[in-house]
């Protein structure tokens, strides 16, 4: 495949250019078409070739990505006997011999180029082929069994509060509404200590990148793409993308048209790294992070085993013939687009990245369309996929959508770190750019925020932390923008903090605390519940957490010097307890959860189960009543029931009616009797546990009442209680 930028613009100083677009395979004399003097075009108009690979070999290749107008001389060839996860030369004897084979049954020669660090064999034709040419050659290779598998190799093309003078002009650090909340992120991390790979057109010097370079690696294998550089090398600079007439690139990688040098792979750096709080230029989203260059696209795109080289390098992975890389990357930003489904070489080599723990974020395309339709990389596993917004918040008119697309971020007019110069570099600036090309680097940077924090995170949990605190975008994108816009802040808040154990869903347990800083446990918050309620008693202080908020609330003491500690109306996932003992050693948790169960209208009958495991307490809302009225309930219960009438006073803390007096001033029941704060309506006791009870109470105000039933069961099975609610007169 064939790889290119996922940007539409290119504003730098004064200078105007564009990305180039287009899939297909590499330059050969007999398959190039020239560059023409027109605008660049957004959307690729080509058709997909029909599949005519028998059934027999259709699991062992992909026409993904083959075009119906498309010329193709470059294949990557996978043999069984190679090491997946290390380039291997056990095969080169069978590919040699099966190269001979087919070459001579084909009319052709065929040239092998290298080995990847997928072990895949890349191979050239003397003469580039039809789609239907491409796959009759394909399958003359299948006939070897010995051959896994084969695939084009395609190419790809590029797909953008500190002091800093311009910084004022990015839009999208700050806010919650059309940014990703940069600033209050930066108080709880900047990126320091990771590095992320930028594996796109290389880089140039630039005064705001000063110091946040480690070197990198060419991975350029043609020097027609490369500038007629030599090819492969220690030199990651960028000597410029821009063409002109007169020059040739592939023909299935058309239609190409003039422009300027974009230097898209310095102004991505510059959305990642650009040094922050230094009075001038832009700032980068994670400014404390290390840039690794790793140029594989050149003036006509880039092919997929380049790319795809580049990757494992970046992740510390072996690539035949190149340096190991001595700085691994633990983020590798990949703002490039082409077609077709994902291939096994993209698969393979996201799976060794993912192997030696780097976390891939990719943009999502700019063709307006589902990125399901037309584009490879994020059908593939284990990735992050990043479309683009604009400044108003909403999807940017360019960016790809769909199931695929796990979050968005800005990409629309994006200003960042570029090069002056129209062709070759000839001095620093700054300047604007558009695509998912843009917005990735902005994800891929809040990602290494995270890193930062929380080292060993898996590309799991990263997306998790990412989709968990967006911002939905679902009522303005019908047609998928995944979780929505990344918060930064949130993301980082939504960390797991370290703990010094777990708490049951429900239930009492002693746990170790000291009298200094405590401990903190984490407890577990069940869909549905109304109430999450913990009870500290042997404490001297208890504070409580969301997963998703890093701010803690004191918990209130209550009678006997029990810590009471509450939240209403949980969000799924945990929450995080912190215990100071008072005799320095322990304290004792009762976990107290209580499931929603609705809004009950007086005159209402509803039936409420408690189900198993856990057979939690349920909560029913009822209206507030007037002074001269009080809330009458009657229970049809299958099992014994406990009673609780609580309410909010007017200072906003839980009242309890419980405790003998109150019970007799306040409320009464019959066929029942009451103790501490419940208050027991059935048969105790009884062989048989079905009856009904009435019993009516008086709150203190006007407020809201929640009345709590406790549907205990003794079997194990599911309990079932008829719920009317009345009002009387007092």
């Not at 990198?216 to 043609?222: A, D, E, Q, T």
């Not at 284990?382 to 971020?409: D, E």
């Not at 924090?453 to 590309?459: F, G, K």
Request: glycine share 12%.
């Amino acid at each position: 495949m064939r790889i290119k930028l996922a940007c539409l613009s290119v504003i730098a100083v004064s200078v105007l250019g564009a990305c180039g677009g287009g899939t297909g395979s590499s330059i050969a004399p007999q398959s190039t078409v020239k560059v023409q003097n027109s605008a660049s075009q957004l959307k690729s108009t080509a058709k997909a070739a029909a599949n005519e690979i028998p059934a027999g070999y259709a699991s062992r290749t992909s026409v993904s990505g083959i075009l119906e107008d498309g010329q193709y001389d470059r294949f990557i060839v996978y043999y069984r006997k190679s090491n997946l996860l290390k380039g291997s030369s056990n095969d080169t004897a069978a590919a040699a011999s099966n190269n001979s084979r087919v070459a001579s049954a084909r009319g052709i020669s065929i040239q092998e180029r290298s080995i990847t660090g997928t072990r895949g064999h890349v191979i050239q034709t003397s003469k580039g082929m039809s789609a239907s040419e491409a796959q009759a050659f394909m399958v003359e290779y299948l006939k070897n069994p010995d051959v896994e598998y084969i695939e084009p190799d395609l190419i790809v093309h590029p797909a953008l509060v500190p002091n800093d003078a311009q910084y004022g002009q990015q839009w999208g650090m700050s806010g919650e509404a059309t940014g990703i909340s940069l600033p209050a992120a930066w108080d709880k991390a900047t990126g320091k200590g990771v590095v992320v790979a930028v594996v796109d057109t290389g880089i140039t010097e630039h005064s705001d990148l000063a110091g946040q370079v480690l070197p990198g690696y060419n991975f350029i294998s043609n020097a027609t793409f490369d500038r007629n550089r030599s090819g492969r090398s220690a030199d990651a600079s960028d000597p410029g993308d821009w063409l002109q007439i007169g020059d040739s690139c592939p023909a299935s990688g058309g239609p190409y048209y003039v422009h300027d040098s974009t230097w898209h792979g310095t102004h991505v750096a510059g959305i990642i790294a650009a040094k922050t709080n230094n009075g001038v230029g832009v700032a980068g989203t994670a400014f404390n992070s290390k840039i690794l260059p790793a140029r594989a696209l050149g003036r006509c795109g880039g092919f997929t085993s380049d790319i795809n080289d580049a990757i494992v390098w970046a992740s510390g992975g072996s690539v035949p013939g190149v340096p190991d890389n001595p700085n691994p990357a633990k983020v590798i930003n990949l703002s490039i687009s082409g077609n077709g489904q994902c291939s096994k070489t993209n698969q393979d080599a996201i799976d060794i990245a993912r192997s030696n723990g780097a976390i891939i974020v990719q943009a999502a395309g700019n063709d307006s369309i589902d990125a399901s339709q037309t584009y490879s990389t994020p059908a593939c596993q284990g990735i992050i996929v990043v479309g683009a917004t604009n400044s108003s918040g909403n999807r940017a008119w360019f960016s790809n959508f769909g199931s695929l697309v796990n979050v968005m971020a800005p990409g629309d007019t994006i200003l960042s770190t570029v090069n002056a110069g129209a062709k070759g570099p000839e001095g620093e600036g700054y300047g604007y750019m558009s695509g998912t090309s843009q917005a990735t680097p902005h994800a891929a940077g809040v990602v290494a925020l995270l890193l930062e924090q929380q080292p060993s995170s898996t590309v799991d949990q990263i997306r998790s932390y990412l989709a968990s605190t967006a911002t939905s975008m679902s009522d303005r994108c019908p047609e998928g923008c995944g979780a929505g816009l990344i918060n930064a802040d949130k993301a980082l808040a939504s960390l797991p903090l370290p703990v010094d154990g777990d708490l049951p869903v429900t239930g009492e347990v002693n746990v170790k605390a000291d009298a200094a800083n405590g401990a903190t446990y984490k407890v577990p918050a069940l869909d549905n519940l109304q109430l999450l309620r913990l009870d500290v008693s042997a404490a001297s202080k208890a504070r409580i957490r969301s997963q998703f908020d890093q701010t803690w609330t004191d918990c209130r003491i209550g009678d006997f010097g029990v810590y009471n500690c509450m939240v209403w109306d949980p969000k799924p996932g945990f929450y995080y307890v912190n215990i100071v003992s008072s005799n320095g050693t322990d304290a004792d948790v009762n976990v107290r959860p209580y499931i929603n169960g609705g809004h009950v209208k007086y005159g209402e009958t509803v039936e409420l189960t408690s189900k198993a495991p856990y057979f939690l307490p349920i909560v029913v809302n009822l209206d507030p009543v007037s002074a001269t009225e009080a809330p009458y309930h009657t229970i049809a219960i299958h099992n014994r029931v406990y009673v609780m009438v609580t309410q909010y006073s007017g200072g906003g803390r839980l009242f309890e009616f419980g405790g003998a007096e109150l019970y007799n001033e306040n409320m009464w029941g019959s066929g029942g009797s009451y103790g501490g704060a419940w208050m027991l309506i059935g048969p105790y006791g009884s062989e048989d546990p079905y009856g009904t009870g009435e019993g009516q109470a008086k709150p203190t105000d006007n407020a809201p009442i929640f009345l709590i039933l406790d549907l205990g069961s003794d079997d194990g099975k599911e309990v079932k209680a008829t719920y009317t609610a009345k009002k009387a007169p007092r």
